[in-house]
């Protein structure tokens, strides 16, 4: 049935998978040692491994001379990356999905699917990374962003272009201001104005454990699989989900043709790290709201939106089930953010997030250094802003380490905002 020389990629089904509730869903891999892939399953394993082996091979032998074997290359397709994608098309409640090399391949694999004259339409509050790929899209290819506030489903339409917009791009919450955006209502505008446009969600912040924007009306989801899906910091890797066979396959052409599928050991790794997906977040999650009410109680200025103070709390409980582990708070002064930064012992001073270890960071200064500093200014991006990425530890010490550092770098005591 494979076609890996051009649109179809190898090991493919139309079977409809069981769904369970989330946290069994994880950890339930569907395999079959029936050589036809069996109901639900695109994946046969012929010894039932109990762990799904690593194919660490870059060709596989062919029947006979016209190849006609389900894999060929590794390139196009290989069992183990095969696994963890029919399972997590499961989970994002996807037609298909690809895992590929990092978040930015993933959104690299997207935005190719736009040509130059065309645009696209994205917020202004976005990871760094994604903000500097649009912009050598715009230097180089003739594809313009329209950077507008997606908190407002209005501006979004107002940007819109029926002849243009061919990709609207929303991070909800976003990274670092932790915004959140209408994916639904915004979904209904873009379908009704632009039959073209397509409604690509980053959804990395929120994982699929606790949002699946593909059932909100999205058409494609993408997630930087180095953070939650994974949760070690042990890999680097990027997951899409599209909804339709159509987006799929011109997803897969990308993937094939440039080469950026993920290798097997590290879809092997990341397939080990989705199956605690669940407790990692609950469990991440639960530190978080404590760490966000001490430090509104304090009174901080807290980005998160568990707390209920947040201007889209309600909109967020609507789109999710829950808030996540990643906040940020200002300070007021950028020397005593650092000072705090440099202070805390258990909070690892590191870029990136969804790791069982909590991060702390300042985004201006890693994570959105790329943005030119007018730029964040423009955005009203705080230069004192500190992120945390919260861990699994005990949250007891994961305060008492704030506390001090908040102490050390004489933010404490403050005027309770109540
Ligand atoms: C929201 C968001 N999307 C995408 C990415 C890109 O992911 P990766 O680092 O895996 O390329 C990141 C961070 O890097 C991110 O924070
Ligand atoms: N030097 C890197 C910075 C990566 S930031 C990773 C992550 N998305 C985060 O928000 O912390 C780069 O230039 O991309």
């Known amino acids: 049935m494979t076609n890996v020389a051009t649109l179809d990629s190898p090991a493919v089904t139309t079977a409809k998978p069981k769904h369970y509730r989330p946290a069994t869903e994880l950890v339930h891999i569907e395999t079959s040692t029936d050589p036809t892939g069996g109901p639900g399953s695109t994946v046969r394993d012929p010894y039932n491994a109990a762990s799904v082996p690593i194919y660490q091979s870059a060709t596989f032998k062919q029947p006979g001379a016209h190849g006609s074997g389900e894999y060929d290359y590794s390139r196009s397709g290989n069992p183990t990356r095969s696994h963890v994608e029919s399972h997590l098309a499961k989970i994002m409640r996807a037609q298909r999905a690809f895992v590929v090399s990092s978040g930015m391949s993933a959104l690299d694999v997207i935005l190719r699917l736009v040509k130059a004259g065309e645009e696209i339409i994205a917020g202004d509050d976005l990871y760094g990374g994604t903000n500097r790929l649009l912009g050598y899209l715009s230097q180089y290819n003739g594809v313009v962003t329209r ?225 030119p500093a007018h730029v964040r200014q423009e955005r009203a991006l705080p230069e004192d802003l500190i992120r945390l990425c919260v861990g699994i530890e005990d949250p007891q010490d994961l305060l008492e380490d704030l506390e001090n550092a908040l102490h050390e770098a004489g933010a404490l005591p403050r005027k309770s905002l109540g």
């Not at 950077?147 to 990274?175: C, F, G, Q, S, W």
């Not at 959140?180 to 454990?209: E, F, G, K, W």
């Not at 990341?270 to 669940?278: F, H, I």
């Not at 009410?293 to 889209?312: D, T």
């Open 147 to 371: 950077h507008v506030d997606t908190t407002e489903p209005l501006a979004v339409m107002e940007a819109l272009n029926p002849e243009k917009t061919r990709i609207v791009l929303l991070e909800t919450p976003t990274n670092p201001l932790i915004k959140i955006a209408d994916i639904s209502a915004i979904a209904d505008l873009v379908h009704q104005q632009c039959p073209r446009a397509l409604v690509v969600v980053d959804n990395t912040m929120m994982s699929p454990y606790l949002q699946k924007p593909l059932m909100l009306g999205a058409d494609i989801v993408y997630h930087s699989g180095t953070k939650y899906l994974s949760g070690h910091h042990d890999l680097m890797a990027g997951v899409i989900g599209a909804k339709t066979q159509a987006t799929a396959e011109q997803l897969y052409f990308v993937i094939n043709a440039t080469g950026c599928g993920l290798s097997p050991f590290d879809s092997w790794l990341l397939l080990r790290g989705v199956k605690t997906l669940a407790v990692r977040m609950e469990k991440q999650q639960d530190n978080a709201r404590q760490i966000a009410e001490f430090l509104i109680n304090q009174g901080f200025r807290v980005h998160y939106p568990g707390n209920p103070a947040h201007p889209q709390y309600e909109l967020h409980k609507r789109l999710s089930s829950g808030p996540g582990a990643v906040l940020s708070f200002e300070t007021g002064s950028t020397e005593v953010s650092e000072r705090i930064v440099e202070a805390t012992k258990l909070w690892g001073i590191s870029v990136s997030f969804g790791c069982v270890n909590s991060l702390i960071s300042m985004p201006c200064q890693m994570s959105h250094a790329s943005i």
